[in-house]
């Protein structure tokens, strides 16, 4: 007779917090494509631009004094884990986009990382407090294999989109693949509807 443990089963199927083909962790998996690079606050940027190249510059000072925001969010990788009730702290892109006065300078964005990492979203997924620029998660100070010294986290798309080490926000008059769509991955990546591959 097939014995299911009940835990086991309930990990498995989605529930109404849980996109289809994901299951729940508790951990907090580290998900890097290369070594964590060493980022110091001291010599941090990040750089907001419009589609000419013209745009925002802050230090780690100027970005810590920006108006902070929290959110307490379920976040989804398309390796299928999902991790319900994570709390960040930052800066939301509306603050940025604000100060910068980008708000209207473009309909896609592509975030970019120290290290290199690209990845790409539509401008409407960051606005109306969608997303931050986090520097602080469960109340810590971020950790560097988690994205630290700042990452940007679109709660709601897959997790490869929410951009570890964070250096600059580009915005673009069209979409184009950061390095993940451009290897297969979807240029949207909504868990909801499974969007994980093209
Ligand atoms: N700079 C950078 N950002 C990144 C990645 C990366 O390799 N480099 N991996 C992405 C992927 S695929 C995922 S699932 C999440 C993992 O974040 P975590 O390591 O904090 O769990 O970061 C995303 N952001
Ligand atoms: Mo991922």
Same mark, same amino acid.
């Given at each position: $007779?097939?014995?299911?443990?009940?835990?086991?089963?309930?990990?498995?199927?989605?529930?109404?917090?849980?996109?289809?083909?994901?299951?729940?962790? @508790?951990?907090?998996?580290?998900?890097?494509?290369?070594? @964590?690079? =060493? =980022?110091?606050?001291?010599?941090?940027?990040?750089?907001?631009?419009?589609?000419?190249?013209?745009? #925002?510059?802050?230090?780690?000072?100027?970005?810590?004094?920006?108006?902070?925001?929290?959110?307490?969010?379920?976040?989804?990788?398309?390796?299928?884990?999902?991790?319900?009730?994570? @709390?960040?702290?930052?800066?939301?892109?509306?603050?940025?986009?604000?100060?910068?006065?980008?708000?209207?300078?473009?309909?896609?964005?592509?975030?970019?990382?120290?290290?290199?990492?690209?990845?790409?979203?539509?401008?409407?997924?960051?606005?109306?407090?969608?997303?931050?620029?986090?520097?602080?998660?469960?109340?810590?100070?971020?950790?560097?294999? #988690?994205?630290?010294?700042?990452?940007? =986290? =679109?709660?709601?798309?897959?997790?490869?989109?929410?951009?570890?080490?964070? #250096?600059?926000? #580009?915005?673009?008059?069209?979409?184009?693949?950061?390095?993940?769509?451009?290897?297969?991955?979807? $240029?949207?990546?909504?868990?909801?509807?499974?969007?994980?591959?093209?």
């Amino acid at each position: $007779m097939a014995v299911i443990n009940p835990r086991f089963r309930r990990k498995e199927r989605p529930g109404p917090q849980l996109p289809p083909g994901q299951y729940l962790t @508790t951990d907090f998996p580290v998900m890097s494509l290369a070594a @964590t690079p =060493v =980022v110091r606050t001291e010599r941090w940027a990040l750089t907001l631009t419009g589609p000419d190249g013209a745009g #925002h510059r802050w230090t780690w000072s100027e970005f810590t004094d920006l108006p902070q925001q929290e959110i307490t969010v379920d976040i989804h990788c398309v390796t299928r884990w999902s991790k319900l009730g994570t @709390t960040w702290k930052g800066v939301s892109i509306d603050t940025l986009l604000d100060a910068a006065g980008l708000r209207e300078a473009g309909t896609h964005v592509m975030a970019s990382c120290y290290g290199g990492y690209t990845t790409n979203m539509p401008l409407a997924d960051l606005v109306d407090g969608k997303a931050l620029i986090a520097h602080t998660f469960d109340g810590k100070p971020l950790a560097p294999e #988690h994205g630290g010294p700042a990452r940007l =986290v =679109v709660p709601h798309l897959y997790f490869w989109k929410s951009a570890k080490w964070i #250096h600059e926000l #580009h915005l673009m008059s069209a979409d184009e693949p950061g390095f993940w769509e451009a290897n297969g991955y979807n $240029m949207y990546g909504d868990p909801w509807r499974e969007q994980r591959y093209a």
